[in-house]
């Protein structure tokens, strides 16, 4: 991963003409660590799919023989993170046209919905209210007391149905959690962080080096200069002492 990242930097540098190569290489190595250090989705061994700033588990797989759950259980595949809730048409769009990609044939999906005594309707997990929904159309009353209903998505019309807690099965189960960005920084790339690191030494040192040479550039034409217009100071000789001396005693009155 780390060599073709670099191969994509390499690349961006040409394409961009940058006219200092290095410091374009650290700078773009810069934003392909931070990349790594944005939100991610739980890396817990399970297949997590992100759609917006969501990430999703599809609980059941591609199997001849389908599985059924009870709400309970849904429930427990789920600890740690939510039973799915549906905010969005986009949302609810999106487990239909991915539900294929998992589950053969149709599968109803169970939602993380329950009936509030409080407010006397149904409430996502976590007390979150109501505000999209996606009911089926039909004209029959519910027989189910509202202690008892929970709801379920149909993987194919995406339609919502009531359904017994307590006494349906369901065949489709998909956890749901937010992308968090602190949990993707605790484990980053070692070897690009590493090689980061090196490449900001390396100009570091190249940098002193540069400036290094130029100060003793410097410093040797200063000197150069001072011989040329400060010629040192020299000892007058014997006879010339003797000459200024006389003339100095001569003009005193």
Not at 69 to 82: H, I, M, N, P, V
Request: proline share 5%; hydrophobic share 40%.
């Amino acid at each position: 991963m780390i060599f073709l990242s670099s191969l994509t930097v390499m690349e961006s540098l040409r394409k961009t003409h940058c006219p200092r190569p290095v410091l374009c290489f650290v700078f773009v190595l810069c934003v392909q660590l931070q990349l790594c250090l944005t939100g991610d989705c739980p890396a817990d061994g399970r297949t997590w799919v992100p759609y917006g700033d969501r990430c999703y588990h599809f609980v059941h797989g591609e199997e001849d023989k389908v599985k059924i759950y009870s709400f309970d259980r849904a429930k427990t595949l789920c600890q740690g993170f939510e039973l799915l809730t549906i905010q969005s048409a986009e949302e609810n769009d999106f487990v239909i046209k991915y539900s294929p990609e998992v589950w053969k044939g149709l599968v109803n999906v169970w939602l993380g919905m329950y009936y509030d005594t409080n407010s006397e309707d149904m409430q996502w997990f976590g007390d979150s209210p109501v505000q999209f929904t996606n009911w089926e159309d039909s004209s029959s009353p519910s027989d189910l007391v509202p202690m008892d209903t929970c709801v379920a998505l149909n993987s194919k019309t995406g339609k919502w149905e009531n359904v017994s807690c307590l006494d349906d099965l369901e065949n489709g189960v998909i956890c749901e959690t937010n992308q968090k960005a602190e949990e993707a920084k605790q484990k980053p790339s070692p070897l690009l962080s590493a090689l980061v690191i090196l490449s900001v030494l390396a100009i570091v040192g190249v940098s002193a080096v540069i400036w290094f040479l130029h100060q003793k550039h410097s410093l040797g034409s200063t000197i150069v200069t001072a011989f040329e217009y400060h010629p040192p100071f020299r000892v007058l000789d014997t006879d010339q002492s003797c000459l200024v001396e006389a003339e100095e005693t001569d003009s005193v009155p």
